[in-house]
């Protein structure tokens, strides 16, 4: 009997490389999908007809019981979340709602579906914030300095305390910034290599940028989702940081991203615009440890920043060039 796993936020970047990753194990993939009135499926349109869609909403307890019950998943990726951090500001008790009591909601669901469903919370390098201690690992305090940042310490700890009280087998991965050509838009990464692709083919001449020199640990999201998956697979449940243990600073991602389409004046082509990007409170410096998952998981990071790069620009510049044909 093939295994089956239920993957809320299955349209997302993520969810897409995992359901991916899965299909390959040979599991049984469900997808957790909202009822919204324009249908964005475009991450998983091409394994859509090997996975299974079901509705619910990581606000209604019921949808989230009733998806557990008629699919009987033996594990739950809880990657389902509001999960940009700008946003987090304008939406604070909406993201408060999703990516915290959301958390609350899955976990009590399995309570009453069953307690041996395995959990993976998605958890975020966004918790540590102001970073105490370098680089962060998992015993390093968190400061979170977002709405967002702070509902996913509670669905972080929310993780732990049912773990503790319960017996679920529950896992958090403490995941730091982790790309890749199915990055939304608006994230600064994906808007670099987006518009570097378009000044490469004559379709726009400048990219607004906010501040740039904030550093961040960036990885590749398909790398990521394996280390998911390794958590749920052994013997005891416990929290992990992932993470490539390097950052770069937004500077550098955008001058490696000219390099690919062999521009070296970058700063002719950026139109900084801080005010326009500005955050109430800013997170300027994440590096993570990731020494426990390499030792306990045998997992670590095969993407370079470099390759990570150049994987985005290659792909928005081919996406860019099918939207003219």
Same mark, same amino acid.
């Given at each position: 009997? $093939?295994?089956?796993?239920?993957?809320?936020?299955?349209?997302?970047?993520?969810?897409? %490389?995992? $359901?991916?990753?899965?299909?390959?194990?040979?599991?049984?993939?469900?997808?957790?999908?909202?009822?919204?009135?324009?249908?964005?499926?475009?991450?998983?349109?091409h394994i859509e007809d090997q996975i299974e869609l079901i509705q619910g909403d990581l606000l209604d307890q019921g949808s989230l019981h009733d998806a557990l019950y008629t699919t009987q998943p033996e594990e739950v990726y809880n990657l389902g $979340?509001?999960?940009?951090?700008?946003?987090?500001?304008?939406?604070?008790?909406?993201?408060?709602?999703?990516? $915290?009591i959301g958390v609350t909601?899955?976990?009590?669901?399995?309570?009453?579906?069953?307690?041996?469903?395995?959990?993976?919370?998605?958890?975020?390098?966004?918790?540590?914030?102001?970073?105490?201690?370098?680089?962060?690992?998992?015993?390093?305090?968190?400061?979170?300095?977002?709405? %967002?940042?702070?509902?996913?310490?509670?669905?972080? %700890?929310?993780?732990?305390?049912?773990?503790?009280? %319960?017996?679920?087998?529950?896992?958090?991965?403490?995941?730091?910034?982790?790309?890749?050509?199915?990055?939304?838009l608006e994230f600064v990464t994906r808007k670099i290599s987006h518009g570097v692709a378009r000044i490469s083919l004559g379709k726009q001449k400048k990219i607004e940028l906010g501040d740039l020199k904030p550093k961040r640990d960036w990885g590749f999201a398909g790398d990521y989702v394996e280390a998911m998956w390794h958590m749920l697979q052994q013997d005891e449940p416990d929290d992990y940081v992932i993470a490539t243990g390097e950052n770069h600073s937004v500077e550098e991602f955008v001058k490696l991203a000219f390099d690919v389409i062999g521009i070296k004046n970058w700063q002719d082509h950026v139109e900084p615009n801080k005010e326009a990007h500005m955050r109430p409170a800013e997170v300027d410096y994440l590096v993570g440890d990731y020494s426990k998952a390499k030792k306990v998981l045998g997992w670590e990071p095969k993407t370079s920043f470099k390759e990570l790069v150049r994987m985005m620009v290659e792909a928005d510049i081919e996406m860019e060039k099918k939207n003219h044909s």
């Amino acid at each position: 009997m $093939a295994k089956k796993a239920l993957i809320t936020g299955i349209t997302g970047q993520d969810g897409s %490389y995992l $359901a991916e990753f899965l299909l390959k194990k040979g599991y049984k993939v469900y997808g957790l999908t909202r009822r919204t009135s324009t249908v964005n499926f475009e991450r998983i349109k091409h394994i859509e007809d090997q996975i299974e869609l079901i509705q619910g909403d990581l606000l209604d307890q019921g949808s989230l019981h009733d998806a557990l019950y008629t699919t009987q998943p033996e594990e739950v990726y809880n990657l389902g $979340a509001q999960s940009f951090v700008k946003t987090s500001w304008n939406q604070p008790v909406l993201t408060g709602e999703v990516t $915290a009591i959301g958390v609350t909601r899955m976990l009590e669901a399995i309570r009453a579906v069953n307690l041996k469903i395995k959990f993976y919370q998605a958890s975020s390098s966004e918790m540590f914030g102001k970073v105490t201690e370098t680089p962060q690992k998992e015993t390093t305090r968190f400061h979170p300095r977002s709405p %967002y940042g702070v509902a996913k310490v509670y669905g972080h %700890y929310i993780t732990v305390n049912y773990r503790e009280s %319960y017996g679920i087998f529950a896992c958090s991965g403490i995941c730091f910034n982790h790309e890749s050509p199915r990055r939304g838009l608006e994230f600064v990464t994906r808007k670099i290599s987006h518009g570097v692709a378009r000044i490469s083919l004559g379709k726009q001449k400048k990219i607004e940028l906010g501040d740039l020199k904030p550093k961040r640990d960036w990885g590749f999201a398909g790398d990521y989702v394996e280390a998911m998956w390794h958590m749920l697979q052994q013997d005891e449940p416990d929290d992990y940081v992932i993470a490539t243990g390097e950052n770069h600073s937004v500077e550098e991602f955008v001058k490696l991203a000219f390099d690919v389409i062999g521009i070296k004046n970058w700063q002719d082509h950026v139109e900084p615009n801080k005010e326009a990007h500005m955050r109430p409170a800013e997170v300027d410096y994440l590096v993570g440890d990731y020494s426990k998952a390499k030792k306990v998981l045998g997992w670590e990071p095969k993407t370079s920043f470099k390759e990570l790069v150049r994987m985005m620009v290659e792909a928005d510049i081919e996406m860019e060039k099918k939207n003219h044909s």
